[in-house]
């Protein structure tokens, strides 16, 4: 077995959980998202963990579902996004808050990767956004999480809009709760999970947990049917023309 | 009144009323729910249109409903509510994106209009809300889709409070999208905007959109019936006679 996919330690009461496939910009493949899974599982375990930070290896936080590696395999993109869809709502159940590090691009699913923590930390030069419709692709299964956060209205201008958009933009639009320069990335993100972490594990867990019962964060046929709908559209002609084209072009 | 014209792929609405600063009629707001329908019919993935600018005509979006038609009418105002109702819930279910450019001025119908479209554009000296409450008016029509634009919190201010706001207001609430620096610009700019959209695989916009209506719920049916019928509830009552009836006298 190679390097590990996604990496999990524990230090002091923070947990930190990296996707760790740097040469592919840490793009969701099949495999990324299973030792995803894998590592969020043993994080729901992890009495000693009182904050979570997720964050990716090398330049990027996550380039997104890795269409590429499944679009000739049928029933795989379905499947990819039924699992980015699982992964998120069991992000989302976990007991201790969970802080994105968005180190670099959070792109797609990635951004609804991001999204999906309770805080969220970027920099002025990462890049943020949905940019699935202009791929012929809908973003459907991380969308609840995104009108959750930012409301519909705001939701429905990035998502239609499709593109991407500076960290600082993404900060405006409360998609993250910090926006620092590049070289303050690290002791924001330590410092934020370290005062999190000061807290006690129970009254933490029921926070969170009074607070995704309250936005109905743990509806999951929500979120089930939004992978159903992305997944329909992933099989669309319009879909597997427009990323074909987008794929050979590169 | 309403000017239905394909420009590309974009298809533009325009209210077209300059001398009344475009204020709806019960016709107008037919034509337009009809206007608005027929895309729908056409729509999705052909090469009709596949993105759609509302706006009006001159330097004002639309100033509301044509409360004149009230004077010898009483019925007229429960026409235009409902008509309103229609036109707002065939935009929303439009499946391609809606950009409205309410450059100059939205004023209650025509913020209402306006909110209901995906994207909105406008600009720093534009006025918008809904200052009807002192007309005995209630704006609970708009409600549904007021809240899902800006959240609940401040739907409930702007639907209360009869001030209205600017174009900087706006964008700072949600409520605007896109600014532009006066009423020419915002509707070149929706232009922009919606050929930037039109561009984009069609499918995938509808679908996109149509998720969202069911996210936000803004396109349940029994939630607008209900925002009409608290509207309705108060159209041809004492108050608003009374209070319609005081701007008569005013002239």
């Given at each position: ?15 930190t ?5 740097p ?29 979570v ?13 890795d ?53 969220g ?13 202009d ?17 519909a ?64 964060s ?33 | ?29 037919t ?5 608005v ?11 009709h ?14 100033a ?18 409902t008509?309103?109702?229609?036109a ?21 119908g025509?913020?209402?209009l ?48 009869p ?18 620096p ?23 916009l ?20 209900g ?25």
């Open positions: 077995m190679g390097a590990e996919l996604a990496t999990l330690s524990i230090d002091n009461g923070v947990a959980l990296t996707l760790n496939r040469d592919a910009r840490n793009a969701m493949s099949p495999p990324l998202l299973d030792a995803l899974h894998a590592r969020v599982d043993e994080l729901a375990k992890a009495r000693e963990a009182r904050a930070v997720i964050t990716g290896a090398g330049k990027s936080f996550c380039a997104g579902m269409l590429k590696a499944v679009l000739d395999e049928p029933g795989a993109p379905a499947r990819l996004l039924q699992s980015i869809g699982e992964l998120t709502l069991k992000v989302r159940a976990l007991p201790m808050p969970t802080i994105a590090r968005v180190n670099g691009a959070a792109i797609g699913g990635g951004c609804g990767l991001a999204c999906v923590c309770d805080l930390v970027t920099h002025d030069d990462s890049k943020m956004g949905y940019p699935e419709v791929l012929g692709v809908c973003p459907a299964v991380v969308a609840p999480w995104l009108v959750k956060k930012i409301g209205g705001q939701a429905r201008r990035v998502l239609l809009e499709g593109g991407t958009m500076s960290g600082r933009r993404a900060w405006e639009l409360g998609l993250v709760t910090e926006c620092v320069s590049a070289d303050k990335l690290d002791e924001t993100v330590a410092a934020i999970a370290e005062r999190i972490a000061s807290g006690g594990r129970k009254a933490l867990a029921a926070t969170k947990g009074w607070l995704n019962e309250l936005d109905g743990l509806d999951a046929a929500m979120v089930r049917r939004g992978a159903m709908i992305s997944a329909e559209v992933v099989g669309s002609d319009e879909a597997q023309r427009t990323l074909r084209a987008k794929f050979a072009g590169r | 009144m309403v000017l239905l014209e394909h420009r590309g792929g974009v298809a533009v609405v325009t209210l077209s009323r300059p001398e009344k600063r475009n204020a709806l009629t019960p016709a107008m707001l034509d337009l729910a009809l206007a329908q027929s895309l729908r019919e056409a729509a999705p993935g052909t090469e249109a596949r993105a759609l600018v509302i706006q009006g005509e001159g330097p004002v979006f639309c509301g409903f044509d409360l004149s038609m009230c004077r010898d009418d009483p019925g007229a105002i429960g026409a235009m509510l008509g309103l109702s229609k707002g819930r065939a935009v929303r279910r439009l499946p391609m994106p809606v950009i409205c450019a309410a450059g100059g001025g939205a004023i209650a025509g913020c209402a306006a909110a209901s479209c995906d994207i909105l554009v406008t600009d720093p000296g534009a006025k918008l809300g809904y200052p009807v409450v002192r007309l005995g008016v209630s704006p609970a029509v708009s409600g549904p889709m007021l809240a899902a634009q800006i959240g609940a919190g401040r739907a409930r201010e702007r639907m209360l409070d001030e209205t706001i600017g174009g900087e207001e706006a964008l700072r609430i949600g409520l605007a999208h896109h600014l532009a006066d009423a020419d610009a915002v509707k070149a700019l929706a232009m922009e905007i919606a050929q930037a959209m039109a561009a984009k695989p069609p499918h995938a509808a679908a996109t959109k149509r998720w969202l209506n069911e996210l936000d719920g803004s396109d349940r049916d029994n939630r607008h019936a925002a009409l019928g608290a509207s309705l509830a108060l159209a041809g009552g004492d108050e608003e006679q009374e209070r319609l009836a005081a701007i008569w006298r005013k002239g």
